[in-house]
């Protein structure tokens, strides 16, 4: 029997056997991706563990093979030394003006990085987040100047795998629907993103965007939203069509890259995810709906398939977040994000913990949906400082602002929460109403109540 096994191997074909060895090693390159994920973890919460902890349980129990960070913390970036766990750090905001200049940028290059380099794999260096949504102005100018300042800060410290970048929110679309015909806004698409991309490109490092189908629902596309099966979208002028959300969205990115010259760089999805609790104004965050998109997007970025327009391109995606925390401000939404309690115990699986664990339905009925009209106003723990600068951003952009003046419509009462509520709401319904028009640093939230007044009538 033996003999004859090898005389049967013997007539096989060099072709046929290649072939063997080809499904054979595309078999376990499928194996070895399963269950991988980006997570971010962030920290707005007094009841966390220890880094060390955290970052134990994460290589111990869990698939998550990429973290990103909102900060330069040096006892979660040593925490995640020898792990072989790739970590995303990010510039805070504020820094970006003084990284422009380059015996800056070398000395933050030595405070934050070189002492953990490179026993810590720090992949990437976020400059800032989200800084063309929300400013203010001085940070957008200086922001690509500041990355190729930090680029040459830390090659002239002989560290050059590395990459800078920056995340940005869906707001730097001017449209996502159909993704065909998506653009930048205009300014911020030659004056920024434009040169950002060049800088991208010779850098060979990823564009970050964050696409949360979260801000932008509606009811009526709860499954669409949310990987389940639906009647999709269509996109006549590109002929492709969509089955979810996170597609449309990363096509409507890749198109507005392409319009500019820079299809070949490439996106990463860096925040993205699910709350699974909310106010009673917040009917969509359950733990069945946060199970069903996160759950989702971990079987769709492990499945390689790519988008319609990106066909086989696996997008490096993080889920928004691995805890819930605490102290964040704002509804019960902004504290009900993570994947996980302090505890290390699940919010709800989503077929990333080791030990084989699958995603199991979670029973939990889904509530009735925010209908009709919607409005933006101010969130409860929204401070004066912040909505000012709300009203200060808004009132820059060209929006008429003359009703909160003096003797306008809205002045009164005159107090920074009342005029901010009128200014942002103005916002929000000028641009296409996309939920994410209303997050104003997660100031901001959709009401169905309508805040208007005697004589002063808010745009619905």
Known sequence: MYNNKNMEMSKRTPSSAMAIFLVFALFIQHFSAVQSIGVNYGTVADNLPPPAQVVQFIKDKTFIDRVKIFDVNPDIIRAFANTGILLTVTVPNGEIPNL???R???RWVNEHIKPF?????INYIAVGNEVLHWGPQ??????VAAMRTLHQALVKNGITDIKVTSPHSLGILESAKPPSLAKFRPGWDVGVLAPMLQFLRETKSPFMVNPYPYFGFDPKEIDFDLFRPNRGYYDRFSKRSYTNQFDLLLDAVFMSMKRLGYADVDIVAAETGWPSEGETFEPQCTPANAAAYNGGLVKKYNSGTGTPL????????YIFALFNENQKPGSLAERSWGLFRPDFTPVYDVGIMRGGQSPQPVPVPAAPALQGKKWCVPKAGATDAALQSNIDYVCSQGLDCSPIQAEGACFNPNNVRSHAAFVMNSWYQSKGKADYNCDFSQTGFLTSTNPSYGTCQYTS
């Open 100 to 102: 422009t200049n380059i």
């Open 104 to 106: 800056y940028a070398r």
């Open 117 to 121: 380099y490179p026993q810590t794999k």
């Open 138 to 143: 001085n940070l957008i100018d200086n922001l």
């Open 310 to 317: 990106m066909p086989h391109r696996k997008i490096e995606t």
